[in-house]
């Protein structure tokens, strides 16, 4: 079985800068805030665009986008 540690070997990362990396919780605060912040706003997919708390319900439509930032 492949796994994270054996693949980035692979792919020309920095293996023991890989290795702290995922042996270290310290990004785990974004994780967090993210977390909430999908809890909070019942995001179902990505990607999802928020402007002034309105979520934008296709987010490939510039000019929805757009309105939505001009008002």
Do not use: H, R, W
């Amino acid at each position: 079985m492949l796994t994270l540690k054996g693949a980035s070997g692979m792919s020309g990362i920095d293996t023991e800068k890989f290795k702290s990396s995922i042996g270290s919780n310290s990004e785990m605060a974004e994780v967090n805030k993210d977390t909430e912040l999908v809890t909070e706003f019942d995001v179902q997919l990505t990607p999802t665009i928020m402007v002034n708390e309105i979520m934008i319900e296709d987010p490939f439509d510039y000019e929805a986008i757009k309105d939505a930032m001009d008002k």
